[in-house]
């Protein structure tokens, strides 16, 4: 399928991909790099009966959070589902109302990498041992027992980059980076919020991040 990207005025626009049922990665790592645009417009859409990867499970009473408020998730893959300001995703969990994959924060973001390099899943010595190997493949390799982990797809991954050109490569800010760049390259459909839209050879080539063949949708917010 020939890649596409559009450039869409509002981010209500940008996020009409997410259909109900659907697997969304969002990313950030806390507030760094968390695309709160698109969230809210996600919120907005009415989707629901998502599974979101995500590092968290969202903070206090804004992005992620409202949508697992407002009962849109159905689950959640993670690796810090629990914090001081998490009350919304322990309110549901205690509940029965939502699903949890603990992920260690490495293997979430190898499983992640791994979707976006078409590698079929990879042995990890991390988790053997635990809850968290229980049903997995184990072997005995390089002196160590490890676990076999396997990749994390998703139909539409949310991001925040900091400039996009006119073929859609991406520069982040800094730390706010995180897990955008392999959540990009592992979702079928990519849409990025950016604070600014440069004119193709506006970036330096040695800077780009993300190179546009993985981005689908960019909105320019703020």
Same mark, same amino acid.
């Not at 940008?14 to 259909?19: E, G, I, M, R, Y």
């Given at each position: 399928?020939?890649?596409?990207?559009?450039?869409?005025?509002?981010?209500?626009?940008?996020?009409?991909?997410?259909?109900?049922?659907?697997?969304?990665?969002?990313?950030?790592?806390?507030?760094?790099?968390?695309?709160?645009?698109?969230?809210?417009?996600?919120?907005?859409?009415?989707?629901?009966?998502?599974?979101?990867?995500?590092?968290?499970?969202?903070?206090?009473?804004?992005?992620?959070?409202?949508?697992?408020?407002?009962?849109?998730?159905?689950?959640?893959?993670?690796?810090?589902?629990?914090?001081?300001?998490?009350?919304?995703?322990?309110?549901?969990?205690? +509940?029965?109302?939502?699903? %949890?994959?603990?992920?260690?924060? @490495? *293997? $979430?973001?190898? !499983?992640?990498? #791994?979707?976006?390099? =078409?590698?079929?899943?990879?042995?990890?010595?991390?988790?053997?041992?635990?809850?968290?190997?229980?049903?997995?493949?184990?072997?005995?390799?390089?002196?160590?027992?490890?676990?076999?982990?396997?990749?994390?797809?998703?139909?539409? +991954?949310?991001?925040?980059? %900091?400039?996009?050109?006119?073929? @859609? *490569? $991406?520069?982040? !800010?800094?730390? #706010?980076?995180?897990? =955008?760049?392999?959540?990009?390259?592992?979702?079928?459909?990519?849409?990025?919020?950016?604070?600014?839209?440069?004119?193709?050879?506006?970036?330096?080539?040695?800077?780009?991040?993300?190179?546009?063949?993985?981005?689908?949708?960019?909105?320019?917010?703020?």
């Amino acid at each position: 399928m020939a890649h596409t990207l559009e450039f869409k005025d509002t981010a209500a626009e940008a996020v009409a991909a997410v259909q109900d049922g659907s697997t969304v990665m969002i990313g950030g790592f806390g507030n760094a790099g968390q695309p709160f645009e698109l969230i809210d417009a996600l919120l907005a859409s009415g989707a629901k009966e998502l599974t979101v990867v995500n590092n968290n499970a969202g903070q206090a009473d804004e992005g992620l959070a409202l949508l697992i408020k407002e009962g849109r998730v159905k689950k959640m893959i993670c690796s810090f589902p629990r914090q001081s300001d998490s009350w919304h995703f322990d309110a549901k969990y205690r +509940a029965g109302e939502i699903e %949890l994959e603990l992920v260690p924060q @490495g *293997n $979430l973001a190898e !499983r992640i990498r #791994a979707a976006g390099a =078409g590698i079929g899943g990879f042995f990890t010595p991390t988790g053997y041992g635990t809850m968290l190997a229980e049903g997995k493949e184990t072997r005995f390799l390089d002196g160590k027992w490890q676990v076999f982990e396997t990749p994390i797809h998703a139909d539409v +991954a949310l991001i925040k980059a %900091l400039k996009a050109d006119g073929k @859609g *490569n $991406l520069v982040y !800010r800094k730390t #706010a980076r995180n897990f =955008g760049p392999i959540m990009a390259a592992a979702a079928k459909h990519t849409v990025v919020q950016v604070s600014e839209v440069v004119p193709v050879g506006g970036l330096d080539p040695e800077n780009v991040i993300t190179p546009g063949i993985y981005v689908n949708t960019i909105v320019k917010v703020g």
